[in-house]
C-alpha cells in the first residue's frame, strides 16, 4: 500500500515537472521506489498463500506484468495523442493508486510456523517460567510473538537475513546474476539486428510482439506442467533447463539472418524466458524456506537489476568495437549456460553430500545400537547382582537366628 502511495504521488508530480531533475527525483527516484516496494511483497505474497500449485500460482501472478505491457503500450502512446505526456503520466498517476486497494486485499495469514506457539501462553498462569521461556525461543522471531516482544526485533532482523550465509543461496545469487546479464541485452538488440540483416521495420516490431506473447503463454504453461505431479519434484531442473535453452538461443541467434529463422526464435526464447522467471520464486523458495522468502526475493531481484543495468551498454560497446552482433549474443548464450551448468554442479553436490552423511549417520547408528544393547545387558547384571548382594546379607542373618 506504501508503493502504491509513493508511485501514484511519483507519476502525478512527474505531470508537473519543468526540468529533468525534477523528472528524475520524481519519475525516477519516488515511482521506482514505489514499484520495488509493489513488487517483492506481491510476490511473496503467492508463496504464503499457495502450496500444491505454488508454480501455477507464479506463472498466473507474474504473467501480469507481460499483459499490462502488452496492453499498456498502445493506451499509453493514445493517452500521450489525446492528453500530451503531462496528462497521461497524471491519468496513470490515478490508475496506479489502485495498487493501494491490492495492498488492502492482500490479508496476512497465519503459517504453521507461527501456530507452533501461541503468545497467550506466554501469559497463562499454568505455563511454568521455564516454559514460558522455552516458548520464547522457539518462537521468537514469528510475526505474532514478534507483536509481543518488541525488544527482540534487532535480533529477529538478523535472524530474517541469515539466509545471506547459506552456501546454497550464495551460488544461486551468482548464478542469478550471470542469468540476468545474459538475458537482458536480447530485448535491447533483437529489434536492432533484424533491422541489420535486412528485416523490416513492421516485421522486426512484430518480432517483439511474439517474443511479449509467448513470455507471457510461458509464464502460465510452464508454471502449470511443472506443477504436475510427475515433474513437482525436478522444478529445480525444470528452471535450469528453460535457462540453458534461453541460453542455446543466444548462441543460434547470430546465424538466424531473415524473418522466417527469426521468428522460431521469438517462440522458443520467449517462451523459456517466461518459464524461469515463473520458477525464480519457486527456487528461492526451496533455497531459503518460505519464512525469509520476502526478504530471499528482494535480494534476489536486487541482484537482477545489476545486469540489466550494466549488460546492455556493455553489448553495446562489443557491437561497436566488432561492428556485429555476434560477439554481444555469444557472450549472453555463454553466461545464461553457466548460470544453469553453475546451479546443476551444486544441486549434485549437494545430493553426493547428503548421501555421503546419509551413508555415515547409517553406520554410526548401527554403532550406537550395538552399544545400547550392550548398556542394557550390563545394566540389567549390575541390577540383579546389587539384588544379590542385599539379599546376602538378609540370608546370613536368618541363619544365624536360627
Known amino acids: 500500500m506504501l508503493g502504491g502511495l509513493l508511485s501514484s504521488t511519483g507519476l ?24 520495488a516496494l509493489c513488487y ?8 504464503k498463500y499457495f502450496n500444491k500449485r505454488k508454480a ?22 493514445l493517452l500521450i495523442e489525446q492528453f500530451s505526456w503531462r496528462g497521461a503520466l497524471l491519468i496513470l498517476g490515478g490508475f496506479v493508486l489502485n495498487l493501494c486497494v491490492c495492498g488492502a486485499l492482500m490479508r496476512p495469514i497465519a503459517l504453521e510456523e507461527d501456530r507452533k506457539t501461541v503468545p497467550g501462553l506466554l501469559e497463562k498462569d499454568y505455563v511454568s517460567e521455564a516454559q514460558k521461556k522455552d516458548l ?24 530474517e537475513y541469515d539466509f545471506l550465509l547459506m552456501p ?44 511479449g ?21 525436478y522444478r529445480y531442473f525444470c528452471y535450469l533447463f528453460a535457462v540453458g535453452m534461453d541460453g542455446l538461443c543466444c548462441l543460434f541467434l547470430p546465424v538466424l539472418q531473415n524473418f522466417p529463422l527469426l521468428v522460431p526464435f521469438s517462440f522458443t526464447f520467449g517462451y523459456f524466458d517466461g518459464a524461469y522467471v515463473t520458477l525464480i520464486p519457486v527456487v528461492t523458495a526451496d533455497v531459503v524456506g518460505t519464512t525469509s522468502l520476502s526478504s530471499a526475493l528482494g535480494v534476489v531481484y536486487f541482484l537482477h537489476a545489476i545486469p540489466y543495468l550494466v549488460s546492455p551498454p556493455v553489448a553495446g560497446w562489443l557491437v561497436d568495437t566488432t561492428g556485429s552482433y555476434t560477439a554481444s ?36 547408528h ?15 547384571t549390575g541390577e540383579l547382582d546389587q539384588k544379590d548382594a542385599e539379599f546376602l546379607p538378609v540370608d546370613t542373618n536368618s541363619c544365624s537366628n536360627r
Open 12 to 35: 502525478i508530480l512527474s505531470s508537473f515537472a519543468t526540468s529533468l531533475e525534477h523528472l528524475y527525483l520524481s519519475l525516477g527516484v519516488l515511482t521506482g521506489l514505489g514499484f
Open 40 to 47: 517483492s511483497p506481491a510476490i511473496a505474497m503467492v508463496g
Open 56 to 77: 501455477l500460482a507464479y506463472g498466473i501472478a507474474m504473467s501480469g506484468s507481460g499483459i499490462g505491457t502488452f496492453i499498456l503500450a498502445p493506451v499509453v502512446q
Open 136 to 159: 520464547k525461543r522457539m518462537s521468537l522471531c514469528s510475526p505474532l510473538i514478534r507483536m509481543w516482544l518488541p525488544e527482540c526485533l534487532c535480533y529477529c532482523s538478523l535472524k
Open 168 to 211: 546454497g543461496f550464495m551460488v544461486l545469487a551468482v548464478s542469478v546474476l550471470f542469468m540476468a546479464y545474459g538475458c537482458s541485452p536480447l530485448f535491447v538488440y533483437l529489434v536492432p539486428y533484424a533491422l541489420s540483416v535486412g528485416v523490416s521495420h513492421h516485421q522486426a516490431a512484430f518480432l517483439m510482439s511474439i517474443l
Open 213 to 233: 506473447v509467448i513470455d507471457i503463454i510461458g509464464n502460465i504453461t510452464f508454471g502449470w506442467l511443472t506443477d504436475r505431479r510427475c515433474l513437482k519434484k
Open 329 to 364: 549474443f555469444l557472450l549472453c548464450g555463454f553466461s545464461m549456460i553457466f548460470s544453469s551448468v553453475l546451479l546443476c554442479f551444486a544441486r549434485l553436490a549437494k545430493k553426493m553430500k547428503r548421501t555421503h552423511l546419509k551413508s555415515l549417520s547409517n553406520d554410526t
Open 366 to 380: 548401527s554403532k550406537q545400537h550395538i552399544w545400547t544393547n550392550g548398556a542394557i545387558a550390563y545394566s540389567v
